[in-house]
């Protein structure tokens, strides 16, 4: 039994005008949420895109990253055009004149990337082509195994994993690894298939190299662990 990926989690200070941005961004339909307001799932990637009320500002580089394809250059400028328009901006994280992708910040500063178009790499993985992370080769080895996606990339302690049904790929950028200094702005949810069972899936990502940790969750039905670089994530009741 492995886990199936939910959600790709944001806390926003404004969940709201955060999903506006990226259902604009990424052309997909908000529902509400109980815990805040989703994005729907489009035709290149089954998971969805969740934005989580919290009090605390945005501090430091996120962990994870969206890279967005391209199919030509004006399709690029388009989409960084379109980004703009909805409230994100320019940002310098330490990219050269030269290359060829465009960094850019959301509302509430999260990074995101608007590659190239010919980037072969991300042929087939749809818009959203990477979740392109912070990570060692040690945690892209534990979510191959949690979620059941193989490695299809392992090279110089860098790795990625894809679903067997395509979409976006996850990649890690092996070391140095950024030091940890607090809960990730993202985070994913994840699920036992439907009539699972929580607790054996929390074992076994336990038995893979997952703790269990506290962030002040409280009395709740999901179950809230760290893979092995401490990356939290949360383990839901199956549907």
């Excluded at 490695?151 to 302690?157: I, M, N, P, R, T």
């Amino acid at each position: 039994m492995t886990s199936h990926l939910v959600a790709l989690c944001f806390d926003a200070n404004d969940p709201f005008r955060l999903a506006r941005f990226w259902a604009g961004v990424l052309g997909r339909e908000t529902t509400d949420d109980p815990r805040g307001i989703t994005l729907l799932p489009s035709d290149d990637t089954s998971f969805r895109i969740r934005f989580l009320p919290t009090q605390k500002q945005k501090t430091g580089p996120n962990q994870t990253h969206f890279d967005l394809t391209s199919t030509s250059l004006d399709d690029q400028r388009e989409t960084v055009a379109r980004s703009l328009g909805l409230g994100a901006r320019h940002i310098d994280i330490g990219q050269r004149p030269d290359d060829g992708h465009v960094v850019l910040a959301d509302p509430e500063g999260n990074e995101f990337c608007v590659i190239e178009p010919g980037n072969n790499f991300l042929a087939d993985c749809g818009f959203i082509g990477a979740l392109a992370s912070d990570g060692s080769q040690e945690v892209g080895y534990f979510w191959s195994e949690a979620l059941g996606w193989p490695l299809v990339w392992d090279q110089d302690q860098e790795t990625a994993i894809q679903s067997p049904h395509g979409g976006p790929k996850i990649t890690w950028g092996g070391p140095p690894v950024a030091a940890k200094t607090g809960k990730n702005r993202l985070h994913f949810d994840i699920a036992p298939p439907a009539h699972g069972d929580q607790q054996a899936e929390v074992d076994r990502l336990v038995s893979l190299g997952a703790t269990r940790i506290d962030i002040g969750q409280g009395e709740v039905d999901w179950v809230v662990l760290a893979d092995p670089d401490g990356n939290e994530f949360c383990v839901l009741t199956p549907r």
